[in-house]
């Protein structure tokens, strides 16, 4: 929606509005406009389309994560580091459902600029190995099997972890 350096011109703009209206005695003024600034503090953190995506993708609806990601014009311009390498991660879980070597690019550009959670960081290697097992190329399937295993903490995919390693001994 708005540029990432425009949201932080525009949350400066409120707190030195929120900082007059505490010199002028308007105490519940420059407060809300502090929290009004919070907002924009936290979209430049956390991008509201990628938000937008994500609610998407986690109803299933891959045809409306892929129109909140459409909106971001310029995803090297627009988006911080993570932030892009969220916005390939999304595009890596939507091409696994058609393109594997799509897929494939996606979630490595998104390893490689960084993804913040250690739960994704595993998704995205588990797929990789995925990936990796149905190209044959099975040693480098185990090394990122191995590393998505070590990734996850919470045991959220040690279901599909397994059952990867029991389809690599069939190969």
């Given at each position: 929606?708005?540029?990432?350096?425009l949201?932080?011109?525009?949350?400066?703009?409120?707190?030195?509005y929120?900082?007059?209206?505490?010199?002028d005695?308007?105490?519940?003024n420059g407060?809300?406009?502090?929290?009004?600034?919070g907002?924009?503090?936290?979209?430049?953190?956390?991008?509201?389309?990628?938000l937008?995506?994500?609610?998407r993708?986690?109803?299933?609806?891959?045809?409306?994560?892929?129109?909140?990601?459409?909106r971001?014009?310029n995803?090297?311009?627009?988006?911080?580091?993570?932030q892009?390498g969220?916005?390939?991660?999304?595009?890596?879980?939507?091409?696994?459902?058609?393109n594997?070597?799509?897929?494939?690019?996606?979630?490595?550009?998104?390893?490689?600029?960084?993804?913040s959670?250690?739960?994704d960081?595993a998704?995205?290697?588990?797929?990789?190995?995925?990936?990796?097992?149905?190209?044959?190329?099975?040693?480098?399937?185990?090394?990122?099997?191995?590393?998505?295993?070590?990734l996850?903490?919470?045991?959220?995919?040690?279901?599909?972890?397994?059952?990867?390693q029991?389809?690599m001994?069939?190969?």
């Amino acid at each position: 929606m708005f540029n990432k350096n425009l949201k932080l011109v525009i949350a400066a703009f409120i707190i030195a509005y929120a900082v007059y209206q505490f010199i002028d005695g308007n105490i519940g003024n420059g407060i809300f406009l502090i929290l009004l600034s919070g907002i924009f503090i936290f979209l430049y953190f956390r991008n509201e389309m990628i938000l937008m995506a994500f609610l998407r993708m986690r109803k299933q609806d891959f045809e409306g994560t892929a129109k909140w990601l459409g909106r971001i014009r310029n995803p090297e311009a627009a988006l911080t580091r993570k932030q892009q390498g969220y916005y390939n991660y999304l595009h890596g879980i939507m091409a696994s459902q058609t393109n594997l070597t799509q897929a494939e690019k996606y979630f490595k550009k998104a390893l490689k600029l960084g993804l913040s959670m250690s739960y994704d960081i595993a998704m995205a290697k588990l797929s990789l190995a995925g990936i990796a097992m149905q190209k044959r190329r099975k040693r480098e399937a185990t090394i990122l099997l191995n590393e998505a295993k070590k990734l996850d903490k919470q045991n959220m995919l040690g279901e599909q972890i397994k059952m990867m390693q029991q389809q690599m001994k069939r190969i």
